[in-house]
T-cell receptor, first 109, second 114 residues
Framework: QKEVEQNSGPLSVPEGAIASLNCTYS??????FFWYRQYSGKSPELIMF????GDKEDGRFTAQLNKASQYVSLLIRDSQPSDSATYLC?????????FGTGTSLTVIP | DGGITQSPKYLFRKEGQNVTLSCEQN?????MYWYRQDPGQGLRLIYY???????QKGDIAEGYSVSREKKESFPLTVTSAQKNPTAFYLC?????????????FGSGTRLTVV
C-alpha cells in the first residue's frame, strides 16, 4: 500500500464548475497535509495546507481533512482553464514527506 | 527575491558519464532535498540534508551522491552507476527537517541520457 494515494485522472470539468480532488493516506499519525499544483514541465507550487480536521478556505480553494477516515480533499470553485494542471497531495508524517502521484485536471472552456 | 535556483534546466548525459546538478537557495533554510519525478510515479526522495556537512539517503539513493559544504548549496551528482537516470529532478528546501510549512521547490532539471 502506498503512503499517499490519489486518483490519477484525468479529471475533466467545464469552466465555472467545482473540481473535487481526493487523496487518502496510510499513516494515521500524519500531522500535516499539503496540496501542490504542477503545470506541465514545471515544478510543484504550494497552494494549500491543512493541519486540523474540517475545512480551510483560501479564495476559490477549499481543503478538507478527515483524519478519522484518513482522507484529504481539495475543492476548486469556479474552475478556470488556468487551473488545468496536475495536483499533488503531500503528507508530512512527522518523519518524512510523502507525495501522491498526482491527479491531472483539465478545465474545459 | 528569495528562492531556489536549479541549473541547468536541461542536461544530457552520455553513457558512463557523471553529471552534477546544481541547487542554490537564498531562503536561509536549513533543510534541503533532492527528488526524482518520473511519469506516473510521483516524487521519490533521493537525498536530504538537515544541516551543513550532513546528509542522509532517501528511498532511491543508489547511483547518486550529494554534498552540503554550504548552507545555500546542495549539488547532486548522478553517477554512471545510475542505470536509468532520465527523469525530472527537483530540489527543494524547508525551514528545517521538521517543518510543517511544506517545501519550496526549484524549477527543476530535466536529465536525458543520450
Amino acid at each position: 500500500q502506498k503512503e499517499v494515494e490519489q486518483n490519477s485522472g484525468p479529471l475533466s470539468v467545464p469552466e465555472g464548475a467545482i473540481a473535487s480532488l481526493n487523496c487518502t493516506y496510510s499513516d494515521r499519525g500524519s500531522q500535516s497535509f499539503f496540496w501542490y499544483r504542477q503545470y506541465s514541465g514545471k515544478s510543484p507550487e504550494l497552494i494549500m495546507f491543512i493541519y486540523s480536521n474540517g475545512d480551510k478556505e483560501d479564495g476559490r480553494f477549499t481543503a478538507q481533512l478527515n483524519k478519522a477516515s484518513q482522507y484529504v480533499s481539495l475543492l476548486i470553485r469556479d474552475s478556470q482553464p488556468s487551473d488545468s494542471a496536475t495536483y499533488l497531495c503531500a503528507v508530512w508524517t512527522g518523519n518524512q514527506f510523502y507525495f501522491g502521484t498526482g491527479t491531472s485536471l483539465t478545465v474545459i472552456p | 527575491d528569495g528562492g531556489i535556483t536549479q541549473s541547468p534546466k536541461y542536461l544530457f548525459r552520455k553513457e558512463g558519464q557523471n553529471v552534477t546538478l546544481s541547487c542554490e537557495q537564498n531562503l536561509n533554510h536549513d533543510a534541503m532535498y533532492w527528488y526524482r519525478q518520473d511519469p506516473g510515479q510521483g516524487l521519490r526522495l533521493i537525498y536530504y540534508s538537515q544541516i551543513v556537512n550532513d546528509f542522509q539517503k532517501g528511498d532511491i539513493a543508489e547511483g547518486y551522491s550529494v554534498s552540503r559544504e554550504k548552507k545555500e548549496s546542495f549539488p547532486l551528482t548522478v553517477t554512471s552507476a545510475q542505470k536509468n537516470p532520465t527523469a525530472f529532478y527537483l530540489c527543494a528546501s524547508s525551514i528545517n527537517r521538521g517543518s510543517n510549512y511544506g517545501y519550496t521547490f526549484g524549477s527543476g532539471t530535466r536529465l536525458t541520457v543520450v
